[in-house]
């Protein structure tokens, strides 16, 4: 028998930017779908009615087709499965809700906040793990009459069962088993009466037909509950993988505060969708292509047994490898494009086209190509004391025979004008020369950048160290 196509999906909450681990979470849904034949759906949770902004779900949708991962079924795709934002599948929440309260599995708990985090505070003080202490759930229909009529707002648990032993098999962890005795009542519908975030993402991940499921591995205490609910709905749950958290390169939480940037800023930045991906595939996951990966490649190379179970430490150093690697890989017309914003709009375009070209082997970002544009203009470099030490260390002499040969055509013949009248040869000879005309003993080829400065500024250049 043919196995049935796998079906993923990456299910955000429109209530913040995208930060790194909702980016590699879905790029490994979709590639483990593409790899499949499968296909991968994007839905939006926007059932946080305080939080959810219509702004952040076209603010993903963008920056995810940007990042090149397109979506098989969702917003402004559509598809069998939807509709794909949660606020508009209330109606099947509700219907499943009624199926459970219906089978006794559900009871109304009347408990406030302050209630929850006495009991709470009070099992911590004892030494227990925190779960509900099951206050409301044998009230009797005149306790529960009561206690509605007296104005007292309720949401829904979910009945646990006593005694049993949730078992699954995680993608990244192995077998997992949890006792539902340490897990306690949960809610599944919320005071206001919209789903909570265990039952809805469940009902709809059912209902969607998902059959595999990659999310972070803060959630896998949340996943016997989710078995829990499917088992009481009748429906086969999904295979679940939970990947590793991503920390910092000091080994500490990502964060805002640790400047974790999103995926709006490293794009602002500059940062090219082709080194992302790479650099995101290879965080917690190994693989033993080396190469500078396009989608497909990706996707045949994406194997779930080779996500690591340790945290992944996002190393800068590694995204700027990739960017270089990815700005190797562009078209000249592509690295014009990318290099443009950063040049000074003052530039005539086959000026500007010339320097992005010349210096794009140079550039991590485009905000680096500034630095070149002000060499090609008038005014001579600013040398810092390594430099200044480099040029003095030349001598006058060498400096009046540049000037000398400033006159030649091109850089090859500049070179060895200098060369024959100093008998120099190696860093020696094109040190100096370098640092004098760009300020740094390190850049792109000069020759192509020689073309692009003035004839003057070349002889002002080297006659300020010939005195």
Request: aromatic share 8%; glycine share 8%.
């Amino acid at each position: 028998m043919t196995a049935a196509p796998i079906v993923t999906r990456f299910a955000p909450s429109p209530t913040g930017e995208l930060h790194l681990g909702n980016v590699r979470t879905a790029l490994f849904n979709a590639l483990l779908a593409r790899r499949g034949g499968g296909r991968f759906i994007l839905r939006i949770e926007d059932t946080d009615r305080e939080r959810s902004r219509s702004g952040f779900t076209s603010q993903l949708c963008a920056e995810l087709r940007w990042l090149g991962l397109p979506w098989d079924e969702g917003p402004d795709v559509g598809g069998p499965a939807g509709p794909y934002e949660q606020s508009a599948r209330a109606g099947l929440h509700a219907e499943q809700l009624a199926r459970l309260a219906a089978a006794g599995r559900l009871y109304p708990c009347f408990c406030s906040a302050l209630e929850l985090d006495v009991s709470r505070r009070t099992q911590l003080a004892a030494g227990h793990p925190p779960r509900y202490a099951g206050t409301c759930r044998d009230l009797s229909l005149a306790e529960r009459a009561e206690r509605s009529g007296h104005g007292r707002s309720s949401t829904l648990r979910f009945r646990v069962p006593a005694g049993a032993r949730i078992e699954f098999d995680d993608l990244v962890h192995g077998r997992q088993a949890f006792l539902s005795d340490d897990i306690g009542d949960f809610v599944v519908q919320r005071s206001d009466g919209s789903a909570a975030f265990f039952f809805s993402n469940a009902v709809d991940d059912a209902a969607m037909g998902v059959t595999h499921v990659l999310r972070g591995e803060d959630h896998l205490t949340n996943t016997p509950r989710q078995l829990l609910l499917f088992a009481a709905l009748g429906v086969p749950p999904p295979v679940y993988g939970h990947l590793a958290l991503l920390v910092g390169s000091d080994g500490a939480p990502l964060s805002k505060r640790s400047g974790a940037a999103s995926l709006r800023q490293l794009r602002e930045a500059g940062y090219l969708p082709e080194a992302l991906r790479n650099w995101l595939f290879r965080l917690g996951h190994t693989t033993p292509e080396h190469g500078l990966l396009g989608p497909e490649a990706m996707a045949r190379a994406f194997d779930t047994a080779h996500l690591g179970r340790a945290p992944a430490r996002c190393d800068p150093a590694q995204l700027d490898f990739w960017q270089r690697d990815a700005v190797r890989a562009l078209s000249d017309d592509a690295a014009f494009a990318w290099l443009q914003p950063a040049l000074p709009a003052a530039l005539p375009p086959e000026r500007a086209r010339a320097l992005a070209l010349a210096v794009r082997a140079n550039c991590v970002l485009p905000r680096d190509a500034a630095y070149w544009a002000r060499v090609i203009d008038d005014t001579p470099p600013e040398l810092d004391a390594a430099a200044v030490a480099a040029v003095q260390a030349a001598g006058p002499a060498f400096f009046k025979a540049a000037v000398a040969a400033a006159a030649a055509p091109d850089w090859p013949q500049l070179v060895a004008s200098v060369k024959a009248v100093t008998g120099l040869r190696g860093p020696q000879l094109f040190k100096p020369l370098r640092i004098a005309l760009t300020g740094c003993d390190h850049g792109p080829e000069l020759a192509p950048l020689l073309q692009l400065m003035s004839r003057d500024s070349v002889v002002a250049r080297f006659a300020r160290f010939a005195d």
